[in-house]
């Protein structure tokens, strides 16, 4: 599977540069300025949330600080969306499909081969019952 950076790019860029931000925690959008806007300006939005989804104050921290968490998010949350888009449209779930489908004839294989197992199992104890009865049988026939 080979990643679309093109494609991948502008959607980080268009997610970085556009009037609705989304935060990485509750991909709600946050009003406000674009990051790239807030940071080149040095103005940050009063509420913030970092990587971990958790409210920053603008004071809290450095401002600089907090726009890189916020550019760090949204390139994340960006990255590990397209390869999930990616593996959704691509072949990947027939294969997944057919791997299961292998696994549950794999599987029903193995329950038929121990079926066997169990009844050659029997069969031998059967067997060695069978002699011991004869050997008996035989023994007592001599002292007999």
Known sequence: MALNKTLLYQEIYSDLASDQVKDAASHEPTAGNAIIDQLSRGILAP?????????????????????????????????????????????????????????????????????????????????????ALDASNILTMITA
């Open 47 to 131: 509420v913030m949330y970092d990587s971990d989804g958790n409210p920053l104050v603008a004071n809290q921290s450095a401002g600089s600080k907090l726009g890189i968490d916020q550019l760090i998010s949204s390139v994340v949350d960006r990255t590990i969306q397209h390869i999930l888009t990616n593996l959704q449209t691509s072949e990947a779930e027939d294969q997944i499909l057919a791997l299961k489908d292998q696994v549950t004839a794999l599987s029903n294989s193995v329950l038929a081969l121990n079926s066997k197992v169990i009844e050659l199992h029997t069969k031998l104890v059967t067997s060695h019952t069978q002699s």
